[in-house]
């Protein structure tokens, strides 16, 4: 898989991330064929070994499912906590959300750093499209 075929995200992500989603993508096409479901299995593999940090993804300390809806899996496992690692510690939330200049973050419970986080790399990753 090209890099320019990537979504903008994993193009400004390491190789082992690009490899990661690549590989998973091209796995689910031959299975699923081209589309949605191909390609939310290959974000759900690269969920388990990476999260997004800003604009771009970063390896995660620990592998595994990264919110509720990744341990669930299925078809419609719902909501999911947009590429945050939901199931990693405060302390390691908080970081994340000093590094991403979250304001307020201190007084911040674990699920209000998840959703501040999101928000943050949903701004960063704009700002990254419109650059």
Same mark, same amino acid.
């Given at each position: 898989?090209?890099?320019?075929?990537?979504?903008? #995200?994993?193009?400004? &992500?390491? @190789?082992?991330?690009?490899?990661?989603? $690549?590989?998973?993508? %091209?796995?689910? /096409? *031959?299975?699923?064929?081209?589309?949605?479901?191909?390609?939310? #299995?290959?974000?759900? &593999?690269? @969920?388990?070994?990476?999260?997004?940090? $800003?604009?771009?993804? %970063?390896?995660? /300390? *620990?592998?595994?499912?990264?919110?509720?809806?990744?341990?669930?899996?299925?078809?419609?496992?719902?909501?999911?906590?947009?590429?945050?690692?939901?199931?990693?510690?405060?302390?390691?939330?908080?970081?994340?959300?000093?590094?991403?200049?979250?304001?307020?973050?201190?007084?911040?419970?674990?699920?209000?750093?998840?959703?501040?986080?999101?928000?943050?790399?949903?701004?960063?990753?704009?700002?990254?499209?419109?650059?």
């Amino acid at each position: 898989m090209k890099k320019s075929d990537l979504p903008s #995200t994993l193009q400004r &992500s390491g @190789k082992k991330a690009q490899d990661t989603f $690549g590989k998973t993508l %091209e796995s689910a /096409e *031959e299975e699923y064929g081209v589309g949605e479901r191909a390609s939310r #299995t290959a974000f759900s &593999s690269l @969920k388990h070994t990476h999260e997004k940090v $800003g604009d771009h993804w %970063e390896p995660k /300390e *620990e592998s595994g499912p990264s919110d509720a809806a990744a341990e669930r899996g299925g078809r419609n496992p719902g909501e999911t906590a947009g590429g945050v690692d939901a199931n990693a510690s405060r302390k390691h939330l908080y970081e994340i959300a000093r590094a991403l200049d979250v304001a307020g973050r201190s007084r911040m419970t674990k699920t209000e750093l998840v959703e501040a986080i999101q928000r943050a790399n949903d701004r960063e990753t704009r700002r990254a499209r419109d650059a």
